[in-house]
């Protein structure tokens, strides 16, 4: 059984930064995609970022320059690092990732920004 568990949310002042964190577990024999989503209410979930097995990266525009998506292989954790955030990134932010060739979700982490 594999579990993506995300990390990192709260609350934080309009201009600030937080780091996301989702690390898989369980019996892990290859990992390709990950990404992140995020799904604020009465929207629909929209890709934020994804990485690839080889460290390619793609972004939402409407968060190029700010957030930075990265993996650590070692540790079967991708990271999301959001700088300059703005009120219209209020989201649930959802980790997922391809792993023994199957889509997997993690459980969403809450990440509001006050203006």
């Known amino acids: 059984q594999v579990q993506l568990v995300e990390s990192g949310g709260g609350l934080v002042q309009a201009g600030g930064s937080l780091r996301l964190s989702c690390a898989a577990s369980g019996t892990i024999f290859s990992i390709n995609d990950m990404g992140w989503y995020r799904q604020a209410p009465g929207k629909q979930r929209e890709l934020v970022a994804r990485i690839i097995s080889g460290g390619s990266t793609n972004y939402a525009d409407s968060v190029k320059g700010r957030f930075t998506i990265s993996r650590d292989n070692a540790k079967n954790t991708v990271y999301l690092q959001m700088d300059s955030l703005k009120s219209e990134d209020t989201a649930v932010y959802y980790c997922?990732?391809?792993?023994?060739?199957?889509?997997?979700w993690g459980q969403g982490t809450q990440v509001t920004v006050s203006s």
């Open positions: 997922n990732g391809l792993i023994n060739g199957r889509l997997y």
